[in-house]
C-alpha cells in the first residue's frame, strides 16, 4: 500500500503528511456528523434519510441554492475579473489603491452589507427618497428573494475572483502579449486570445470559489430570503436547527450531504475549465502590462465609480451606525457621538481579548493552510490520482457548509480527548483553530492550484534529472514561481479567517472570543451601534495592515502583495 | 458553659466550612442572556457566592442550544445550568430526560403558572410579545390595527421556524377567543413578512423599513431608550410571554452550585437584579420596572407550554404554508 503512493521515501512522507492533516480537521469530523445521518446513535436507520431527500420542500431549497449560486457566481466572475484585469494586466494610473479598496469588503460583516443594501434600496431609503424614487411604503422589496440574493452574494464573492484571476496575472508571460502586439493584434483580442486563456485555471478556481461560498453562505439568503419566502438548502439547515428536535442533528446531516453533491458539481465544472488548454509556460517570465492610453480616463472613472457604489455603500452604513446614539436615528449634529468607539475600545472587556484571539487565529491559519496548500497543490497538480482528488475535495467540503455544520461536526469529534494525547481541544482556543484549518485550506489551496497549472512540468523534472530531491524541487522551483499565487491565498484566508463568526459562535468558550462572536453578542443584546463601531475599527486596522505590507513591499518578491499592481 | 461554646463555635465553623465546600469550585453556565445581562447576573451571584467561579458560554438560542445537543451526542455534556429563552424549549430537553429537578427550590412567591410541576425548571422572568411601532406611524391599541389597510405591507413578524418565543406566540395568538384561529392567515393577507427574528424585526421597524412589528418588550424599551423612533405598546387583547426559565441538567457536574445559582435567580434579590436590567420579574413580591403596567393591568394569554411542544411542527408547517419558506 505504501509503496502504492509515491515513488519515492519524501513522496510516500508527504502523501502521509496530508492524509493525517486533511484527514484529522477534515475528513473525521465530516465523516462523524454524516454518520449522524444515516446512523443516528449508531444504528442504521435510513428513515431520516429517506423523509428529508423525499420531502419536495429539500428539493425546491436545493434548487434554489444552484440558481442562486449559478446567478451570484456569475456576477462576481464578471466583477472580479474586470477588476483584476485592471490591476493586474493593464498600465492604469492608481491601480494599487483601486486593488486595496476592492478588497474592503471582505472584511465587513456580510449581514452588515446586505442590510445597508436593503436600506438604500427600501421604502426608507434617504437616497432614493431625495430622488424621489424610493418604492411606495407597503410594496415588496426589491432586493428580497431571488435576484437581491444573487445580486448580494455576487458583490460579496467578487474580491475571491479577484484575488486568483490577479495572482495568476502576476506569473502571465510578458513574451506572449508582446508577440502578439508585434503582430498587430488589438488589446481586446489579446485579452480575449491570450491573457484570459492563459489565466483559465485560475479564472475557474476564482469562480468554483465564488460559487462553493454561495452554496454555504447563510448570512445574505437569510436576509433577503425569508422575508420573501424563498429558503436555500443553508437556511433549511438553520431552521432545523433552531427547531431542536432530537433529530435535528440527523437532518442537518443529510441536508449537508445535499450541500456537498451540489459543491462537487462545482469541482467538477472546475477541472472541466481548467484541463481545456495546456498554458504552461517553461520560460523564464517578464512583466508586460497592456497599454491603455487613450481609453484610460474612461476605465479610470467607471472603476472608480462601480468602486463607490460596491465598496461605498456598506462602508458607509457601517460609519454610520457606528457613530449615531441610536439606530434608527438620522446622523445630525445632535445624533453624532464617538461614545460608541469610546466604550467597545476602552469598557468593553472582551475587545482586546478577542482582538488578540482572533489575530492569533487569522495569522497562524493563514500561514498553515499556505504551508499546507503548497504541498497539497504539488499533489493534486503533478500526482493526480484517485486519492490526490479524495484530499482536495475532502479539503473542499468544509467550505460549502454552512459554519454551523462545520462547527456542530468539530464538537463531534472533538469534545472527547484525543486519542494518544489525551487531552481535550474542547473549551480551547485549539478547537477553533482546528475547524478553521479545515473551513479555509480550501481557499489557499485553489489559489496554489491554479498557479501551479501555470508551470511546465519541464523545469522540475529537469532539477529532478539533475538529482535535486522532492523538498528542494518545490522549495527552489515551484515555491518561487508560486510565490504570488500563496501570498494571495494567505491573504485571503487571513482577511476572512479574521472577521468569522459562524464556525466560532459555537465553539468558543470563556476567554477564547473571536472578534465575530463579540460583534454577534453586540448585535444580539441589541446594541447595534457598539457592533458597528467594533466592524469599523477591525476594517481600519486590517486597512492599517495591509498600508504596513505595501510600505514594506519594495523588499518583497514581486507580486505578492495581491492588491498592488 | 465555655466548653459549650466552643463546642457551638467550632460546630459552626464546621458547619460553615462544610458549607462553603459545598458550594465552591467550577460553574458552567450555557445562556442565551444577552451579552451585560447575562454578566451582571454572574457578577451578583458572586457577590453571594464568591466560591464559585462561573464559566458562562453566551450565544442565541439556537447556537446554545445546538452546542449542547452535539455535546450530548458526542457524550459529555458540559453545563451544571442551562438559562434559556422558552419553556417550550425546556419541555423538549425534560421530555428526553436531561433535567434534574430541585423539589426544595423556593417557588412560594411564584404564580403556579411560572414554573414546572416536577420542579425541573423554573421561569426567572416574563418576557411579552406585543407590538412595536415606529413613531413616525399611529399608535396601534390592538392586534386587530395590524390587519387594517393602513397596516398592508407595513408589518414585520419573527418567523416561528427560527424562534422558539415566536412559536409560542403563535400558539397564543391562534387560541386568542378575541383574534381567532384564522389570525395569522389575515396576517399573511396583509402582506406582513416574516423574519428570522426579534433582533431583525427592531432593525426593520428603527429603521423605518416597515412601520410595525410584533416583538419582545425589553428590546423595544432599550431601543426607545436610548433614542430610537420606536414606541411599545402592550396590546388591549392580552400579550404572550416567554419566561427565559432556568435548569439544572441531569449530567451536572457541580450539582451544590447549580442549586445555589437557581437559588440565587429564583430569590428576592435576584428577581430584583432582573427588574432592574427592564425585565418583568416573575415573583409577585416585586415591583415591575418603569415603563411596564402594573401586573395586574397586564392580561397574558395563556399556552399550554407541553401542548405547544407536541404541536410546534405542525403550527411550523401552517406557517411556512402562509409565509413560504
Given at each position: 500500500m505504501l509503496?502504492?503512493?509515491g515513488a519515492t521515501a519524501s513522496e510516500r512522507a508527504l502523501f502521509l503528511g496530508l492524509i493525517a492533516f486533511v484527514g484529522a480537521v477534515s475528513v473525521a469530523p465530516l465523516a462523524r456528523l454524516l454518520l449522524e445521518g444515516v446512523a443516528p446513535g449508531g444504528r442504521l436507520d435510513l428513515g431520516i434519510l429517506r423523509s428529508v431527500l423525499g420531502a419536495p420542500r429539500t428539493w425546491l431549497a436545493a434548487e434554489r441554492t444552484l440558481a442562486t449560486a449559478l446567478a451570484s457566481t456569475a456576477i462576481a466572475t464578471v466583477l472580479g475579473t474586470a477588476f483584476a484585469l485592471l490591476v493586474g494586466a493593464t498600465d492604469l494610473r492608481g491601480k494599487s489603491a483601486l486593488g486595496f479598496v476592492f478588497l474592503l469588503p471582505l472584511m465587513i460583516p456580510s449581514q452588515v452589507t446586505a442590510i445597508a443594501w436593503i436600506n438604500l434600496l427600501g421604502p426608507a431609503s434617504p437616497l432614493l427618497k431625495t430622488l424621489g424614487l424610493a418604492p411606495a411604503p407597503g410594496t415588496p422589496h426589491p432586493l428580497y428573494g431571488f435576484s437581491g440574493i444573487a445580486e448580494i452574494m455576487g458583490l460579496e464573492h467578487a474580491p475571491l475572483v479577484f484575488l486568483t484571476l490577479r495572482a495568476a496575472l502576476a506569473s502571465l508571460p510578458g513574451e506572449a502579449i508582446e508577440a502578439a502586439e508585434a503582430a498587430g493584434a488589438r488589446r481586446l483580442r489579446i485579452i480575449r486570445t491570450i491573457v484570459l486563456p492563459m489565466c483559465l485555471p485560475a479564472l475557474a478556481a476564482g469562480a468554483a470559489l465564488a460559487f462553493i461560498s454561495a452554496i454555504g453562505n447563510f448570512g445574505t439568503p437569510a436576509l433577503l430570503g425569508i422575508p420573501?419566502?424563498?429558503s436555500v438548502l443553508t437556511v433549511l439547515i438553520y431552521q432545523e436547527l433552531a427547531g431542536f428536535a432530537p433529530a435535528a442533528i440527523s437532518q442537518v446531516a443529510v441536508l449537508s450531504l445535499l450541500l456537498g453533491a451540489l459543491a462537487l458539481l462545482g469541482i467538477a465544472a472546475e477541472r472541466w475549465?481548467?484541463?481545456?488548454?495546456?498554458?504552461?509556460w517553461a520560460q523564464p517570465r517578464t512583466r508586460r502590462l497592456i497599454p491603455l492610453r487613450g481609453a484610460a480616463p474612461v476605465f479610470l472613472v467607471t472603476a472608480w465609480a462601480v468602486l463607490a457604489l460596491v465598496v461605498a455603500v456598506p462602508l458607509t452604513a457601517l460609519l454610520a451606525t457606528a457613530l449615531v446614539?441610536?439606530?434608527?436615528?438620522?446622523?445630525?449634529?445632535?445624533?453624532?457621538?464617538?461614545?460608541n468607539f469610546r466604550y467597545v475600545l476602552t469598557e468593553h472587556a472582551a475587545t482586546a481579548r478577542a482582538a488578540l484571539n482572533s489575530l492569533f487565529l487569522a495569522s497562524a491559519t493563514a500561514l498553515v493552510v499556505a504551508v499546507v496548500g503548497v504541498f497539497l497543490g504539488y499533489v493534486v497538480v503533478w500526482r493526480d490520482g484517485v486519492l490526490a482528488r479524495a484530499l482536495a475535495v475532502a479539503a473542499e467540503l468544509p467550505y460549502a457548509l454552512p459554519g454551523v455544520v462545520l462547527a456542530l461536526a468539530a464538537i463531534l469529534v472533538f469534545l472527547r480527548p484525543l486519542p494518544l494525547l489525551h487531552v481535550s481541544l474542547y473549551g480551547t482556543l485549539w478547537i477553533i483553530l482546528a475547524a478553521y484549518f479545515a473551513r479555509f485550506l480550501v481557499l489557499a489551496l485553489r489559489t496554489i492550484v491554479a498557479a501551479y497549472r501555470q508551470i511546465h512540468p519541464s523545469l522540475e523534472e529537469a532539477a529532478a534529472i539533475a538529482g535535486a530531491g522532492l523538498w528542494r524541487r518545490i522549495g527552489t522551483i515551484i515555491l518561487p514561481l508560486a510565490a504570488p499565487a500563496v501570498a494571495a491565498g494567505a491573504v485571503l484566508v487571513f482577511l476572512i479567517a479574521l472577521n468569522e463568526l459562524t464556525v466560532s459562535a459555537l465553539l468558543w468558550s470563556a476567554g477564547h472570543e473571536t472578534l465575530g462572536v463579540v460583534v454577534f453578542s453586540?448585535?444580539?443584546?441589541?446594541d447595534s451601534t457598539l457592533a458597528a463601531a467594533l466592524s469599523v475599527l477591525v476594517v481600519v486596522a486590517t486597512a492599517a495592515l495591509m498600508a504596513l505590507a505595501?510600505?514594506?513591499?519594495?523588499?518583497?518578491?514581486?507580486?505578492?502583495?495581491?492588491?498592488?499592481? | 458553659m465555655r466548653l459549650t461554646t466552643t463546642l457551638a463555635v467550632a460546630l459552626a465553623c464546621a458547619l460553615l466550612s462544610a458549607a462553603a465546600h459545598a458550594q465552591s469550585g467550577k460553574l458552567t453556565l450555557y445562556t442565551s442572556q444577552p451579552d451585560r445581562i447575562a454578566a451582571e447576573t454572574v457578577a451578583a451571584f458572586n457577590r453571594q457566592h464568591p466560591g464559585i467561579t462561573v464559566e458562562t458560554f453566551r450565544s442565541g438560542t439556537t447556537e446554545v442550544m445546538n452546542k449542547l445537543a452535539a455535546e450530548f451526542l458526542a457524550g459529555d455534556p458540559k453545563p451544571d445550568v442551562l438559562?434559556?429563552?422558552d419553556a417550550v424549549t425546556m419541555e423538549g430537553l425534560k421530555a428526553e430526560g436531561r433535567l434534574q429537578a430541585y423539589p426544595e427550590a423556593d417557588v412560594s412567591a411564584f404564580p403556579a403558572a411560572a414554573y414546572d410541576r416536577d420542579k425541573t425548571y423554573f421561569g426567572s422572568k416574563l418576557i411579552t410579545t406585543g407590538i412595536v411601532y415606529n413613531t413616525a406611524a399611529p399608535k396601534p391599541q390592538s392586534w386587530l390595527d395590524l390587519l387594517a389597510p393602513a397596516a398592508k405591507g407595513q408589518v414585520v413578524l419573527p418567523s416561528p421556524l427560527y424562534s422558539g418565543a415566536a412559536a409560542i406566540h403563535m400558539a397564543a395568538m391562534s387560541a386568542a377567543p378575541a383574534l381567532g384561529p384564522d389570525y395569522y392567515q389575515k396576517l399573511a393577507d396583509n402582506r406582513a413578512i416574516a423574519v428570522q427574528g426579534n433582533g431583525a424585526v427592531v432593525t426593520q421597524v428603527a429603521g423605518g423599513q416597515r412601520m410595525y412589528g410584533v416583538l419582545v418588550e425589553f428590546m423595544a424599551l432599550n431601543a426607545k431608550a436610548k433614542g430610537s423612533p420606536v414606541d411599545f405598546v402592550f396590546p388591549k387583547e392580552g400579550v404572550s410571554a416567554v419566561t427565559e426559565p432556568v435548569a439544572i441538567l441531569k449530567t451536572a457536574k457541580n450539582p451544590e452550585a447549580a442549586k445555589a445559582f437557581v437559588a440565587f435567580i429564583l430569590s428576592k434579590p435576584g428577581q430584583e437584579l432582573a427588574a432592574s436590567q427592564g425585565f418583568l420579574p416573575a415573583r409577585n413580591d416585586v415591583a415591575s420596572p418603569p415603563g411596564f403596567p402594573n401586573a395586574a393591568e397586564l392580561t397574558i394569554l395563556p399556552v399550554d407550554m407541553s401542548q405547544t411542544a407536541r404541536e410546534t411542527p405542525a403550527l411550523k408547517e401552517r406557517f411556512s404554508q402562509l409565509f413560504g419558506g
Open positions: 509503496r502504492r503512493l420573501a419566502g424563498y475549465a481548467s484541463g481545456r488548454h495546456d498554458i504552461r446614539k441610536a439606530y434608527g436615528l438620522p446622523l445630525a449634529a445632535d445624533t453624532i457621538t464617538t461614545e453586540l448585535e444580539q443584546g441589541g505595501s510600505l514594506a513591499a519594495r523588499r518583497l518578491p514581486e507580486g505578492v502583495l495581491p492588491w498592488q499592481g | 438559562f434559556i429563552a
